[in-house]
């Protein structure tokens, strides 16, 4: 795939927003004065960071040659983002019953076994 430059300025402008975002948010949970409203006016134009790479992988996605088989779909992209859910999804379950300390095993199992339907909810 040929490359795309303005792809890679808008990465690199999506990149430096977010940076900001993340250093500007201990300033915004601090009593209001100027330097509050300054970083609050700078964070408005730094919101749209994380859209613009939701739609730069959906522009390259779509452009992509392999969006059309439907066997690279089930064989490469679907484990890619289901292995790593249901490994997290247990992983949390498995770390709220401790902070919660929830001692039943049967409670732990119905749990992990409803994954599939929480994601089912999540995404409706």
């Known amino acids: 795939m040929k490359r795309i430059f303005y792809i890679d300025f808008l990465r690199i402008i999506s990149m430096l927003g977010v940076i900001l ?39 390259l996605l779509l452009n992509s040659d392999s969006t059309a088989n439907i066997n ?12 790593p859910f249901f490994i997290w999804s247990i992983i949390n379950i498995i770390g709220y019953s401790f902070i919660l300390k929830i001692n039943n095993l049967k409670l732990l199992l119905i749990s992990i076994l409803q994954i599939p339907k929480l994601s089912n909810f999540l995404c409706k």
């Open 72 to 83: 690279i779909l089930w064989k490469k992209r679907l484990p890619k983002l289901l292995i």
């Open 21 to 59: 975002l993340h250093a500007s948010a201990t300033k915004l949970r601090m009593p209001i004065d100027f330097s509050w409203h300054l970083v609050n006016f700078l964070t408005s134009f730094a919101t749209c960071s994380v859209p613009i790479f939701f739609m730069i992988s959906g522009s």
